[in-house]
């Protein structure tokens, strides 16, 4: 995960796994009169325990040897590095809260076991079965196969064929010694072993926290202790510098602290991404098997996180390094042409011309426009997807389709708008929040408009009809949609779930536009002018010290080259990444502006550019696409 940044005093939330509702009730609690970064982590870790998030969090999951879930977690105050905690917490639900009552209420940072519920019970938390249905059938099941698998070694009887109890074995004269492989916590752990989660926050103030818990292994030897509740291994949080949490095999990871690692790196300099990567090659040297992520949030905003398992060590996943050739299941191929490809985070859509529409890839919120399908596994399908929309006109058809992080837009001939996948920021358009299996079309101000383009990148989009006039809908966290009808500070402000025709603060809309582009929290739009106005959240262009810009404003054209010898420079096109933005001239020119990351503005330097810089090309440029942290050009030969 590569670095972004960030104003200092936003207030920001970030936490390992897709844990949504955690997230937005933290960010929720942020936007609140009085709240604290404290409160925010409080809630965030709060809801997962109350969720069962992947079951390795909350009650209700992961039983120990004994059949009983206990419960781990931290959290830390950056501004006074007080520390909270409690590990193997009995019949308490709340654990976080607990961890927060032992900040609060002592001058200890960690508390254990019964002495911990008890503390828990003093302080007024109800003292309550952790059991569930599925944890007593998991044992049952787990017992009747003679306790396999467990985390015993070097006891007697054989832990790989017995249960307990266990004495120690001893040979005469023999040392023991252990390979990764041999060491059971150092196996890979399977999908739901390790979604602790982790969560760092800053307020609006620029003060930090950090948080983490967890139930810890399944069947794990009573008494164990998760690096979430460890200072340094699950969290570790430094107002003067930033903070990190970690996830994955806390056996192996607690060993190394790497949070505290992550930020003393950060200390030094080191963008957060690069601390991340630092902490798990670290580990990865003495445990080339185990399992594990880092997350990092600097004090200023930027935010990076590194990850590790024994298959795939740079990364979760599979990766494809050389061209690998697709073959669509197409009746007719001779007769078919593929006119477009659209790509997202983890999924991709195909149109052709008279064969319908192929999705592969990720289909977890229904970007894929087919039905999902609960714990499918996504790594190393070969599933593609044929489908068609269903758009109740014989006359019509799909001519454009647009993918963003996690969602699928379709564009159809009459200019009519189709849309699937994630839906949490209403990006979706289709005026409620839950995610879309199946193409839905999209209303609110565009359902009599003709819609000639769409723009999206991240969560914001962006409509453009035939006259000109600009449409949006999805996260509008930097008033990229302009203003609504809800109190600007409300929580239902950042989100619009039904296309608007935008309007902003001053009164004023853009009009007569021939291009636009809405990037992870940027907008941008040309006129037929040839102007370009650029505004929301990062490098815009205006530099390093205008950031955020809640109305449109024009970047003047002599950046562009305009001037006394050369007066008829306008843009042309305009297109967004995630954190960057490129404008092409009506003279072909690229110019290009934002994170740099790798290098991937063009620029022949490597650090960002808050302001337009040419790129030198040896051509006309024609088009442009940006990736993550790379851009393509098309260009024409000036001969």
């Given amino acids: 995960m590569s670095s972004t940044t960030q104003t200092a005093a936003s207030p920001i939330v970030v936490n390992t796994w897709p844990f949504i509702n955690a997230t937005r009730n933290a960010f929720a609690t942020l936007l609140t009169p009085g709240a604290t970064c404290l409160d925010a982590v409080e809630v965030g870790c709060r809801t997962?325990?109350?969720?069962?998030?992947?079951?390795?969090?909350?009650?209700?999951?992961?039983?120990?040897?004994?059949?009983?879930?206990?419960?781990?977690?931290?959290?830390?105050?950056?501004?006074?590095?007080?520390?909270?905690?409690?590990?193997?917490?009995h019949r308490i639900k709340n654990a976080i809260g607990v961890a927060r009552a032992v900040l609060r209420y002592s001058t200890h940072s960690l508390l254990v076991g019964e002495s911990a519920t008890k503390f828990a019970i003093d302080m007024g938390f109800k003292e309550e079965d952790l059991h569930s249905n599925a944890s007593i059938e998991a044992w049952n099941k787990w017992k009747s196969s003679n306790c396999q698998p467990n985390y015993r070694r070097n006891v007697q009887p054989d832990p790989t064929t017995s249960c307990g109890p266990y004495t120690p074995k001893f040979e005469a004269g023999k040392i023991y010694t252990y390979t990764d492989e041999e060491i059971p916590s150092h196996r890979p752990l399977p999908d739901g072993e390790h979604d602790t989660i982790g969560m760092l926050a800053v307020d609006p103030n620029g003060n930090m926290a950090a948080g983490a818990s967890t139930n810890g292994l399944q069947?794990?030897?009573?008494?164990?202790?998760?690096?979430?509740?460890?200072?340094?291994?699950?969290?570790?949080?430094?107002?003067?510098?930033?903070?990190?949490?970690?996830?994955?095999?806390?056996?192996?990871?607690?060993?190394?602290?790497?949070?505290?690692?992550?930020?003393?790196?950060?200390?030094?300099?080191?963008?957060?991404?690069?601390?991340?990567?630092?902490?798990?090659?670290?580990?990865?040297?003495?445990?080339?098997?185990?399992?594990?992520?880092?997350?990092?949030?600097?004090?200023?905003?930027?935010?990076?996180a590194a990850c590790h398992d024994r298959n795939h060590p740079k990364g979760f996943g599979d990766y494809v390094i050389v061209p690998k050739i697709i073959h669509l299941p197409i009746k007719h191929p001779r007769s078919t042409r593929i006119t477009q490809i659209a790509a997202g985070r983890a999924h991709s859509i195909v149109l052709t011309d008279n064969s319908g529409l192929f999705s592969f890839g990720n289909n977890s919120f229904g970007q894929c426009a087919r039905q999902i399908v609960s714990d499918e596994i996504y790594?190393?399908?070969?599933?593609?997807?044929?489908?068609?929309?269903?758009?109740?006109?014989?006359?019509?058809?799909?001519?454009?389709i647009i993918c963003g992080q996690d969602h699928t837009l379709f564009l159809s001939e009459k200019g009519r708008v189709y849309a699937c996948g994630l839906n949490t920021d209403g990006q979706l358009g289709v005026g409620h929040y839950e995610c879309v299996s199946r193409p839905e079309r999209v209303r609110g101000d565009i359902e009599n408009e003709h819609i000639v383009q769409l723009a999206s990148k991240g969560d914001s989009i962006?409509?453009?009809?035939?006259?000109?006039?600009?449409?949006?809908?999805?996260?509008?966290?930097?008033?990229?949609?302009?203003?609504?009808?809800?109190?600007?500070?409300?929580?239902?402000?950042?989100?619009?779930?039904?296309?608007?025709?935008?309007?902003?603060?001053?009164?004023?809309?853009?009009?007569?536009?021939?291009?636009?582009?809405?990037?992870?929290?940027?907008?941008?739009?040309?006129?037929?002018?040839?102007?370009?106005?650029?505004?929301?959240?990062?490098?815009l262009g205006f530099g390093p010290k205008h950031t955020t810009i809640d109305i449109p404003q024009e970047i003047p054209l002599e950046l562009f080259g305009l001037n006394e010898f050369n007066r008829d420079v306008k843009i042309d096109h305009v297109t967004c990444g995630l954190?960057?933005?490129a404008a092409i001239t009506n003279n072909g020119e690229l110019f290009m502006w934002g994170k740099n990351r790798y290098g991937s503005l063009g620029v022949e330097f490597?650090?960002?550019?808050?302001?337009?810089?040419?790129?030198?090309?040896?051509?006309?440029?024609?088009?442009?696409?940006?990736?993550?942290?790379?851009?393509?050009?098309?260009?024409?030969?000036?001969?």
């Fill in 379 to 400: 790594k190393n399908s070969m599933l593609i997807h044929s489908f068609n929309i269903d758009l109740n006109d014989n006359d019509d058809k799909i001519i454009d």
């Fill in 48 to 89: 997962c325990e109350d969720e069962q998030c992947d079951g390795s969090v909350g009650w209700g999951s992961h039983p120990d040897e004994n059949g009983e879930t206990t419960l781990d977690a931290l959290i830390m105050d950056g501004s006074t590095m007080s520390v909270g905690a409690v590990a193997n917490l």
């Fill in 462 to 539: 962006l409509a453009l009809n035939k006259a000109g006039d600009l449409f949006g809908w999805g996260n509008n966290e930097y008033r990229q949609l302009g203003i609504s009808d809800d109190p600007v500070d409300s929580p239902k402000s950042f989100q619009c779930a039904k296309p608007r025709h935008l309007n902003f603060r001053d009164g004023s809309s853009l009009k007569n536009i021939k291009s636009i582009a809405s990037g992870g929290s940027l907008c941008s739009a040309v006129d037929q002018q040839g102007k370009l106005y650029m505004w929301g959240f990062g490098l």
């Fill in 219 to 304: 069947f794990k030897i009573p008494g164990r202790v998760a690096d979430s509740a460890l200072i340094g291994s699950g969290a570790y949080v430094d107002n003067e510098v930033g903070g990190a949490c970690a996830t994955g095999d806390g056996d192996v990871m607690q060993r190394f602290v790497p949070s505290y690692h992550v930020v003393q790196l950060m200390r030094q300099g080191t963008a957060p991404d690069e601390a991340c990567s630092d902490a798990i090659a670290r580990i990865a040297k003495f445990y080339p098997n185990f399992t594990g992520a880092v997350l990092a949030l600097g004090k200023d905003g930027r935010h990076g």
């Fill in 579 to 581: 954190l960057s933005t």
């Fill in 606 to 639: 490597d650090e960002d550019s808050p302001m337009p810089m040419r790129v030198f090309v040896p051509a006309r440029v024609t088009s442009v696409a940006l990736g993550p942290d790379h851009t393509f050009a098309l260009c024409k030969g000036y001969v």
